[in-house]
């Protein structure tokens, strides 16, 4: 199976969690049938990327990195490699890359859609990722690094959390509550 054929399985079988999610997983999923090359930068202006919002053991915290281009604090992802099977191998290799952080577990049900238009992402202008985002568990005695791509990673409290996008307050929400959900 190419990772095309899994992404846009894995999307047909998602149950969205809201009419707004519904949009976006019907955008995504006519981008998908559009083009063949819909998961690579060569699609352009809109192509898919990948992400995994990591929790803490205990889900009291997230992981984030302080964008290095953006300079805005984001949940781990980006762009889709060849040697990128699934989707979810695509999400949990970023999270990996970014975090430091090996053996995270990821769920392998996407539990939040996003676009959002990135202006250094590409020479020929502004583009939009078609985000599908995964959440992660990190084990309790995970150790994370700074990557090139970050300025800084940090653990945060869910109750103390820097200045964020909204989008970015809903998927810590979902992601929590699938993890309590899995462990219930």
Same mark, same amino acid.
């Given at each position: 199976?190419?990772?095309?054929?899994? *992404?846009? #399985?894995?999307?047909?079988?998602?149950?969205? %969690?809201?009419?707004?999610?519904?949009?976006?997983? !019907?955008?995504?999923?006519?981008?998908?049938?559009? $083009?063949?090359?819909?998961?690579?930068?060569?699609?352009?202006?809109?192509? =898919?990327?990948?992400?995994?919002?990591?929790?803490?053991?205990?889900? !009291?915290?997230?992981?984030?990195?302080?964008?290095?281009?953006?300079?805005?604090?984001?949940?781990?992802?980006?762009?889709?490699?060849?040697?990128?099977?699934?989707? =979810?191998? *695509?999400?949990?290799?970023?999270?990996?890359?970014? $975090?430091?952080?090996?053996?995270?577990?990821?769920?392998?049900? %996407? @539990?939040?859609?996003? *676009?959002?238009? =990135?202006?250094?992402?590409?020479?020929?202008?502004?583009?939009?990722?078609? !985000? @599908?985002?995964?959440?992660?568990?990190?084990?309790? !005695?995970?150790?994370? &690094?700074?990557?090139? &791509?970050?300025?800084?990673?940090?653990?945060?409290? @869910? =109750?103390?959390?820097?200045?964020? &996008?909204? &989008?970015?307050?809903?998927?810590?929400?979902?992601?929590? #509550?699938?993890? $309590?959900?899995? $462990? #219930?």
């Amino acid at each position: 199976m190419t990772l095309h054929a899994d *992404a846009l #399985g894995r999307l047909e079988r998602w149950t969205p %969690p809201s009419p707004d999610q519904l949009a976006l997983k !019907d955008r995504f999923l006519g981008h998908l049938r559009a $083009s063949t090359d819909a998961m690579t930068r060569a699609a352009y202006p809109d192509h =898919v990327t990948a992400g995994t919002l990591v929790l803490s053991a205990d889900l !009291d915290h997230v992981l984030l990195n302080l964008h290095r281009k953006a300079r805005r604090w984001f949940a781990f992802g980006g762009h889709c490699e060849p040697g990128d099977r699934t989707l =979810v191998a *695509a999400a949990a290799r970023e999270a990996a890359e970014e $975090s430091g952080i090996a053996g995270l577990d990821v769920d392998p049900v %996407p @539990v939040h859609l996003d *676009a959002h238009v =990135v202006e250094f992402c590409d020479p020929r202008g502004p583009v939009t990722h078609l !985000d @599908v985002r995964f959440t992660g568990r990190a084990a309790p !005695d995970a150790v994370h &690094e700074v990557s090139e &791509e970050s300025l800084d990673v940090r653990w945060w409290p @869910v =109750v103390a959390l820097p200045e964020l &996008e909204a &989008e970015m307050h809903t998927l810590i929400r979902l992601a929590r #509550g699938r993890w $309590s959900q899995r $462990s #219930g």
